[in-house]
């Protein structure tokens, strides 16, 4: 079944029958080498030992991001339930959370029995941050909130000497990447982050948290012994079936699409992204499921045919949005219409964070298509 990617990926390719190189990386590079039948749920045993034994006289075990979303709160309940493991909760609260999400993490924290523990991160380095991003004009508007969250994770296990990160990142509802074209950079790039911030912040970001792609990569992972494992590519994970089970066992409520636990990145993804720039990131996502056989290809057309959210509620966030950053809703218009750049008009790496992606493509440890 072909996906609904288009030509508003500028580098996409289409072969002969009409498929493109996203259906054919799902077809030929992840189905092949994805196991949710006896042999995922032997890995899936193997890594529960590994980490139990690991953990052992340590207080956790592992440490999970929650965000209140279906992947970090299924792979939480995962953890927990069906691996027998001890982790520790950690939630990043940038400012933008919605009510929905913070009752998700209370509902799984207390039916859990599991700790939490919630990073706040500073609101004035924040806004200045995003409003530095909104004025560069690129479209990649949720690396800041990405940064805050995965370096906060990254620096706090490393504090406390946790070695194993359990992550909800999965094929079922994420094989289709967005195009970096669409605001999907490949990582948190220090070199860009401090370009833009130099030219249109107003503030000293002294307290903000920011590990590069590469420290993580290679300097947590490769060289301090961190592991990220990924349970939700080990065992069946069909997207409706899990947002029952959460629903059933914990009163999770599921959200009206993916990433609609952050208000922002819901305004960003639904309003910002579409009208400023021409690109659906609803496109990847549907596409996900069609390939992985959660969604028909007319239904993900129907779909994208139409805004997630009406008319009169978009204009509500966009007030709402301008009113957090401090800005009024006129300067916020004006930035809206301002001309349209990419990270290539800012210092960046973006060549060895590349040639990085690569490299765990030829070792088979990158199965997703990246671009």
Excluded at 87 to 98: E, I, R, S
Aim: glycine share 6%.
């Amino acid at each position: 079944m072909h996906c609904i990617m288009d030509t508003s990926d500028p580098n996409i390719i289409f072969d002969q029958h009409g498929r493109c190189d996203y259906c054919n990386n799902f077809e030929f590079t992840i189905k092949p080498n994805w196991h949710t039948d006896h042999e995922g749920e032997v890995a899936l045993n193997f890594w529960a030992e590994k980490i139990r034994k690991e953990g052992q006289g340590k207080d956790f075990d592992c440490i999970i991001g929650l965000s209140g979303g279906l992947d970090s709160s299924y792979v939480a309940y995962i953890a927990k339930e069906k691996m027998g493991l001890r982790p520790l909760l950690f939630h990043v609260d940038a400012g933008w959370n919605t009510d929905q999400a913070v009752g998700n993490i209370e509902k799984l924290v207390d039916g859990l029995g599991l700790d939490l523990y919630t990073e706040v991160i500073n609101w004035e380095d924040m806004k200045d941050l995003q409003v530095a991003f909104l004025q560069s004009q690129i479209p990649d508007q949720d690396l800041p909130q990405d940064a805050s969250f995965f370096s906060s994770l990254y620096k706090f296990a490393r504090k406390h000497n946790i070695k194993t990160i359990i992550t909800g990142s999965n094929f079922s509802t994420e094989c289709c990447r967005e195009p970096e074209e669409w605001g999907g950079y490949l990582g948190i790039d220090k070199w860009l982050f401090k370009d833009i911030h130099a030219r249109f912040g107003k503030r000293p970001l002294e307290t903000f948290p920011l590990v590069d792609i590469l420290v993580s990569k290679v300097f947590y992972q490769r060289i301090i012994g961190m592991k990220v494992v990924m349970p939700l590519n080990m065992l069946p994970f069909i997207k409706k079936d899990a947002e029952d089970e959460l629903e059933r066992r914990f009163g999770w409520q599921r959200f009206q699409h993916k990433h609609h636990e952050s208000r922002f990145t819901r305004f960003y993804e639904d309003y910002w992204l579409p009208r400023k720039f021409g690109f659906h990131k609803r496109r990847a996502h549907f596409s996900s499921l069609i390939m992985t056989g959660q969604m028909t290809r007319d239904a993900a057309l129907a779909r994208i045919a139409r805004p997630e959210m009406d008319e009169h509620f978009l204009q509500q966030e966009f007030e709402y949005v301008a009113n957090k950053l401090d800005l009024a809703v006129d300067e916020l218009e004006e930035i809206f219409e301002g001309e349209n750049r990419t990270y290539r008009d800012y210092r960046n790496k973006r060549w060895l964070i590349g040639l990085g992606a690569n490299v765990l493509r030829w070792m088979g440890l990158e199965k997703r298509f990246f671009r």
